[in-house]
């Protein structure tokens, strides 16, 4: 636990120092969003229709971004090593690796989301039901994108094969959060949706940082 | 035969492969409490494989490694917890100072950095930020970490590439310290280290 905390706490400054790396993800997902108005022009009912799907689609590209060096860094400098020779299991420095990403760039994306989704003309009653999707659904991009970075650690051509590995994955988030909000908009209940993605999100939480685990051993060999 | 009663590390009959190639095979040693073994060989023998592999991070592809008479790899967080390893890379952040780089494996080891900035002479650049080191400056700092633990195993890869003459001196009372509490060392290396007596095992 305690050592946990010293990986994270790290994790967390060494974002803080190379701000330009941690800010790039944030700034690309505004960016990105904000090309759709000028692409298919600002009427208000095309726009709110396709905001949350921009959103969420954004939302993941952006969230892909850091994952290349979540673990590249330590492999080339030989932290890597040292991390799993610091008596702490794999799966937890894996998983605390994945809470370092998700603080990083799954909750600014979060916190972005709102002002973003107003800024697409989203229907105001559907917009809680845009972040409540996006709050398990940004751990989920984490955990599964730290999985996807830990397999393809080492790997020549890491990099490309990284979003194709991760992205058919988070299909299922995509669909349920995009149809959480799209229920809210239509006037239903987004909760079956906002469930199925907590049971991802339990599913993922213990199997996920084991599976990457496994493969920073393999990584490391 | 495996004997029970062996006091520190004891390997036997070895076999690793670095990607398809078999680099060693039928390896056997032992080093007792206070020992200190140098792995000699040309480039490419098995030497940074070998201490990977006794690190508990490469993969053993046959024999078996005894830690005081029990099987070593068994348990790995167990054998973490005995094992320092530097290896070829400093594993130096660049964008953290050389307290904090040092400080983060303290808390690793759940403790203060206490003097172990001192003990290769590294006190006066604990506010410089590790990417503005030298080489030789960013290698005293990967090795300050063995100051840090009370780990029995030193398992070092050629630890004093690029040191200067009054660092490697500081490196020796390091390591003599270490043998002094019964600690055992095990480096690669192609020049002489400040290690009094040591056997040597040659690879390849």
Not at chain 1, 194 to 200: C, E, I, S
Request: with cysteine.
């Amino acid at each position: 636990m305690k050592g946990c905390l010293a990986i994270l706490a790290r994790e967390l400054r060494l974002s803080l120092r190379h701000g330009a790396d941690t800010l790039g993800a944030l700034l690309f997902f505004v960016l990105a969003a904000s090309l759709f108005p000028l692409a298919i022009g600002p009427a208000p009912e095309t726009l709110g229709r396709l905001a949350p799907g921009i959103v969420w689609v954004c939302a993941l590209l952006a969230a892909l971004l850091p994952l290349d060096r979540l673990f590249g860094a330590d492999l080339e400098d030989g932290s890597l090593d040292q991390l799993l020779l610091s008596g702490l299991p794999a799966f937890a420095i894996a998983g605390t690796k994945g809470l370092a990403h998700w603080l990083v760039t799954g909750l600014p994306l979060l916190l972005a989301a709102a002002p973003l989704a107003v800024m697409l003309r989203m229907p105001e009653d559907a917009i809680p039901a845009l972040l409540a999707g996006l709050l398990p659904g940004t751990l989920l991009l984490s955990l599964l994108g730290t999985t996807g970075a830990a397999i393809v650690l080492g790997a020549r051509r890491g990099g490309v094969l990284l979003p194709l590995l991760v992205l058919p994955l988070t299909t299922p988030v995509l669909i349920f959060g995009v149809a959480a909000a799209d229920a809210a908009s239509g006037g239903l209940s987004a909760r079956p949706h906002l469930l199925l993605l907590a049971a991802m999100l339990a599913g993922a939480l213990p199997l996920c940082p084991l599976a990457a685990g496994a493969a920073l051993r393999g990584a490391a060999e | 035969m495996v004997d029970g009663n062996t006091v520190g590390l004891r390997a036997q009959d070895l076999a690793a492969f670095r990607g398809e190639r078999l680099v060693f095979r039928d390896l056997s040693f032992a080093v007792g409490p206070g020992g200190a073994l140098v792995l000699a060989g040309p480039n490419g023998s098995g030497k940074s494989t070998l201490l990977r592999v006794l690190a508990g991070l490469g993969r053993l592809e046959a024999g078996i490694l005894l830690w005081n008479g029990t099987d070593a790899l068994v348990d790995l967080a167990d054998h973490a917890a005995r094992v320092a390893y530097i290896g070829h890379q400093d594993a130096v952040k660049p964008g953290l100072t050389v307290a904090e780089n040092l400080g983060f494996y303290a808390r690793l080891l759940g403790r203060g950095i206490g003097d172990a900035l001192s003990a290769l002479g590294l006190t006066e650049l604990a506010e410089l930020p590790a990417r503005m080191l030298s080489a030789g400056q960013k290698r005293r700092l990967a090795l300050s970490s063995l100051a840090l633990t009370d780990a029995p195993l030193w398992l070092l890869d050629e630890p004093t590439l690029g040191l200067d003459t009054a660092a490697i001196a500081r490196f020796g009372t390091l390591l003599a310290a270490h043998r002094a509490r019964g600690g055992i060392v095990i480096a690669a290396t192609h020049v002489p280290l400040p290690l009094g007596d040591v056997a040597e095992l040659r690879l390849g």
